[in-house]
C-alpha cells in the first residue's frame, strides 16, 4: 500500500466513545483513491481493508476475526447481591500480527 491514509473517527465513534470512556476501543476509519475503505482500532498501525463482508490485513493479508470481549457492569440499582450483568463486545483483531484481545474487559462503574 503505497498511498497514505487519513484516517478519522466518525462523530458516531465519537460520541459513544465519550459516553463510554470505559470500551476497549473505538474504530478509525479511511478511503483509499478508489474508493477502498480501511479500518484500525485507534491507537493501532494495523490496518484492515474491506473485502466483501469482511476485512483483511493490509500487512499480511489474514483474515480479521472479532475477538469477544465481556465488560462487567457494576453498581446497577437492580443487581441484587451477587448478580452479575455484563457488556459483551466483539473487538476486531488480525490474528497474524496483533493478539487475540483478553476477554475481561473493564469494569463499568455507574453512580
Known sequence: ????????????????AREN???????????GLNGEKYQRRRGSQIIYQEFGEGFKCVECDSDIKGGLVAHKVLGLPFLIGNEKEY????????????????????????H
Open 87 to 110: 457488556y459483551i463486545g466483539i473487538m476486531p483483531y488480525c490474528p497474524e500480527c496483533e493478539d487475540e484481545p483478553d476477554f475481561y474487559g473493564s469494569s463499568i462503574q455507574f
Open 21 to 31: 470512556p470505559w470500551f476497549s476501543f473505538v474504530i478509525e476509519t479511511a478511503q
Open 1 to 16: 500500500m503505497a498511498e497514505r491514509l487519513e484516517f478519522s473517527v466518525s462523530e458516531t465513534e465519537r460520541k459513544f
